[in-house]
Protein backbone atom coordinates (compact mmCIF):
# COMPACT_ATOMS: atom_id res chain seq x y z
CA UNK A 1 0.00 0.00 0.00
CA UNK A 2 2.86 2.65 1.23
CA UNK A 3 4.63 1.82 -2.58
CA UNK A 4 1.58 2.40 -4.51
CA UNK A 5 0.88 5.72 -2.80
CA UNK A 6 4.53 6.64 -3.40
CA UNK A 7 4.20 6.60 -7.02
CA UNK A 8 1.31 8.02 -6.66
CA UNK A 9 2.80 11.27 -5.20
CA UNK A 10 5.74 10.38 -7.69
CA UNK A 11 3.55 10.65 -10.53
CA UNK A 12 1.72 13.93 -9.02
CA UNK A 13 5.11 15.76 -8.87
CA UNK A 14 6.23 14.79 -12.29
CA UNK A 15 2.94 16.33 -13.65
CA UNK A 16 3.12 19.56 -11.75
CA UNK A 17 6.65 19.52 -13.11
CA UNK A 18 5.85 19.23 -16.71
CA UNK A 19 3.02 22.11 -16.04
CA UNK A 20 5.25 24.33 -14.68
CA UNK A 21 7.61 24.13 -17.67
CA UNK A 22 4.24 24.06 -19.97
CA UNK A 23 3.20 27.92 -18.03
CA UNK A 24 6.93 28.77 -18.41
CA UNK A 25 7.42 28.73 -21.94
CA UNK A 26 3.68 30.06 -22.56
CA UNK A 27 4.29 32.49 -20.27
CA UNK A 28 8.07 33.79 -22.33
CA UNK A 29 6.29 33.24 -25.66
CA UNK A 30 3.29 35.54 -24.74
CA UNK A 31 5.36 38.44 -23.60
CA UNK A 32 7.71 38.49 -26.36
CA UNK A 33 6.09 40.93 -28.18
CA UNK A 34 5.57 43.13 -25.33
CA UNK A 35 9.16 42.96 -24.16
CA UNK A 36 11.31 43.25 -26.99
CA UNK A 37 9.97 46.22 -28.42
CA UNK A 38 11.00 48.15 -24.92
CA UNK A 39 13.78 46.31 -23.87
CA UNK A 40 15.71 45.84 -27.08
CA UNK A 41 16.93 42.62 -28.14
CA UNK A 42 20.04 42.23 -25.62
CA UNK A 43 17.92 42.87 -22.27
CA UNK A 44 15.09 40.73 -23.39
CA UNK A 45 17.88 37.94 -23.88
CA UNK A 46 19.45 38.37 -20.52
CA UNK A 47 15.81 38.37 -18.80
CA UNK A 48 15.20 35.19 -20.87
CA UNK A 49 18.36 33.54 -19.60
CA UNK A 50 17.50 35.24 -16.02
CA UNK A 51 14.57 33.29 -16.11
CA UNK A 52 15.71 30.28 -17.59
CA UNK A 53 18.17 29.56 -14.39
CA UNK A 54 15.28 30.48 -12.05
CA UNK A 55 16.31 34.02 -11.18
CA UNK A 56 13.67 35.99 -10.28
CA UNK A 57 13.19 38.88 -8.42
CA UNK A 58 11.18 38.90 -5.27
CA UNK A 59 7.62 40.08 -5.46
CA UNK A 60 7.22 40.98 -2.05
CA UNK A 61 9.56 41.74 1.10
CA UNK A 62 11.04 39.23 2.55
CA UNK A 63 10.46 39.08 6.40
CA UNK A 64 13.04 37.45 8.64
CA UNK A 65 11.34 34.77 11.21
Known amino acids: MREQHSSVRLLKTFGAQIYNQIVTVAVQLALLPLLLPC ?22 PVVAR
Open 39 to 60: WGPKQYGDWLLLSAIGVERPTR
